[in-house]
């Protein structure tokens, strides 16, 4: 994971860009990944631990009737949290994350090792979901792996 989150913290160095996370269901992972590379201060802005939907409402500005329509582990709110952090911070890129962790909490429609990327960069989000299999660690796990590589392959391809 630290060679992932060097691998991002180059990129974004290289191409000077600032970076802020939003996060559910890594209570601060992401963040954590980020910061454990050495001179991460220089890109690294700060984070919202937005478990609770207040917080994604509140601080980071999603729609109440996105989250009542959609759910939090959804495409349109990690959208708006990846969008919200990246504003509520004043940077260049935004990254979040959204799923169900587990072992409970899964339903037919999101089970467990349902988890929602999102990403906000140049004006535009983004978003993709995966579903990962495996303990609520190991899920934890993947979502941030697969958050530091989403980010890495839509700032990467950017001109």
Same mark, same amino acid.
């Given at each position: 994971?630290?060679?992932?989150?060097?691998?991002?913290?180059?990129?974004?160095?290289?191409?000077?860009?600032?970076?802020?996370?939003? #996060?559910?269901?890594? %209570? %601060?992972?992401?963040?954590? @990944?980020?910061?454990?590379?050495? %001179?991460?201060?220089?890109?690294? $802005?700060? +984070?919202?631990?937005?478990?609770?939907? *207040?917080?994604?409402?509140?601080?980071?500005?999603?729609?109440?009737?996105?989250? #009542?329509?959609?759910?939090?582990?959804?495409?349109?709110?990690?959208?708006?949290? @990846?969008?919200?952090?990246?504003?509520?911070? *004043?940077?260049?890129?935004?990254?979040?994350?959204? +799923?169900?962790?587990?072992?409970?909490?899964?339903?037919?429609?999101?089970?467990? %090792?349902?988890?929602?990327?999102?990403?906000?960069?140049?004006?535009?989000?983004?978003? $993709?979901?995966?579903?990962? !299999?495996?303990? $609520?660690?190991? !899920?934890?796990?993947?979502?941030?792996?697969?958050?530091?590589?989403?980010?890495? +392959?839509?700032?990467?391809?950017?001109?």
């Amino acid at each position: 994971m630290e060679q992932k989150a060097a691998q991002l913290g180059e990129l974004l160095k290289r191409k000077n860009l600032t970076l802020a996370v939003a #996060e559910s269901c890594t %209570g %601060g992972l992401v963040g954590a @990944a980020v910061t454990s590379v050495d %001179g991460s201060s220089a890109y690294f $802005r700060g +984070g919202v631990i937005a478990y609770d939907n *207040n917080i994604k409402r509140d601080i980071l500005g999603v729609s109440s009737a996105d989250l #009542e329509k959609y759910g939090a582990v959804s495409d349109p709110v990690v959208k708006e949290m @990846a969008y919200g952090v990246a504003n509520f911070f *004043n940077c260049d890129c935004g990254v979040s994350v959204s +799923g169900v962790a587990g072992p409970h909490g899964g339903t037919k429609d999101k089970p467990v %090792g349902l988890v929602f990327i999102g990403a906000f960069f140049r004006g535009r989000t983004y978003a $993709r979901s995966f579903l990962f !299999i495996g303990n $609520r660690r190991e !899920i934890r796990s993947q979502s941030v792996m697969a958050a530091l590589d989403f980010l890495i +392959g839509i700032i990467d391809t950017d001109e």
